[in-house]
């Protein structure tokens, strides 16, 4: 590599800033691991480079010269912008890690089926799902974003719809082997209907048919994977989340004895993030991707 005629060889700057700072040769070449003498030598061939005196040595201490002085201030920034672009450039390319807050039954059973696509197209960022039923606030800073269900409505965070969920009862095939025939939606309430801690889904449903829930009988659980074991294992008939079904219906784990499906704004996904805090890099790359997601049309169910 050809040396500049320009620009003094690096070697000799770093020793110069270290000597200017502390001045002294020795506490120099201990900082820098090199001999005393070596760091003479690099003093030496940066002045006869500039031409001219960077230090007046005395018997026992040594001073900047006036030049020495005003070079010294300017090699100090120059290392603090090289340093600050070296800070910066590591954070960009360092892999980022997004924490995401999410329901456990919309994780399992829609979320972590898509993120190979995600982390195939963002190979520098680093997914971690926290399960949880409790509304995220963002103030132990812990979770960039959440995904949760429900209205939209919750105070101190800010929600942009995901897509609304469709319901309708799915049932076990076991069901149906124990003689079980569901002619009309009233004869729903002769089983145990499932449903996680907001039963807003039957009332919705059997609203629409014309049944009255009240009349009902409600098996309450903490979460719908919960839910989804229940029906699975027979144990009562679960108010479908088509989004979330769609796999077991494909599979003919659970049925779908009525067409009728249920739409309403009060049934719908929603990304939560913080409401006075922009996203970092990473998690909006995640938002956005995950709005590209719940935008696109699933597959049929065959």
């Given at each position: ?157 800010r929600a942009e719809w995901l897509m609304n969920e469709e319901m309708s009862p799915v049932v076990s095939p076991a069901l149906y082997d124990d003689g079980t025939r569901f ?8 089983q145990t209907l499932l449903e996680s801690w907001n039963p807003v889904g039957w009332e919705l449903w059997l609203g629409e048919v014309g049944v009255d829930i009240r009349r ?87």
């Amino acid at each position: 590599m050809r040396t500049s005629t320009t620009m003094p060889p690096l070697q000799a700057l770093r020793a110069f800033e270290a000597v200017g700072r502390l001045l002294s040769f020795r506490r120099a070449g201990e900082e820098l691991l090199i001999t005393q003498s070596a760091v003479s030598h690099h003093i030496k061939q940066l002045e006869e480079m500039l031409g001219v005196r960077l230090f007046i040595r005395k018997a026992k201490s040594i001073e900047l010269t006036p030049e020495g002085a005003a070079y010294l201030e300017r090699t100090v920034e120059a290392f603090r912008i090289i340093a600050g672009a070296t800070s910066e450039m590591r954070r960009q390319t360092a892999r980022q890690r997004v924490r995401v807050s999410v329901l456990p039954s919309f994780a399992a059973n829609w979320l972590v089926s898509r993120l190979a696509d995600f982390m195939l197209k963002h190979p520098e960022i680093e997914v971690e799902l926290e399960p949880t039923l409790r509304l995220e606030d963002f103030a132990s800073d812990y979770a960039d974003l959440a995904i949760r269900f429900g209205t939209g409505r919750w105070e101190g965070v800010r929600a942009e719809w995901l897509m609304n969920e469709e319901m309708s009862p799915v049932v076990s095939p076991a069901l149906y082997d124990d003689g079980t025939r569901f002619a009309e939606p009233k004869e729903l309430l002769l089983q145990t209907l499932l449903e996680s801690w907001n039963p807003v889904g039957w009332e919705l449903w059997l609203g629409e048919v014309g049944v009255d829930i009240r009349r009902a009988r409600v098996l309450q659980l903490t979460d719908y994977n919960i839910v989804l074991q229940a029906a699975l294992n027979g144990q009562g008939v679960a108010i479908g989340r088509m989004h979330m079904v769609r796999d077991h219906l494909a599979a003919g784990r659970l049925l779908q004895p009525f067409p009728q499906i249920v739409r309403s704004e009060k049934i719908a996904y929603w990304l939560v993030m913080p409401q006075n805090r922009r996203l970092r890099p990473g998690a909006e790359a995640f938002a956005s991707w995950l709005k590209e997601e719940a935008a696109s049309p699933p597959s049929p169910v065959c």
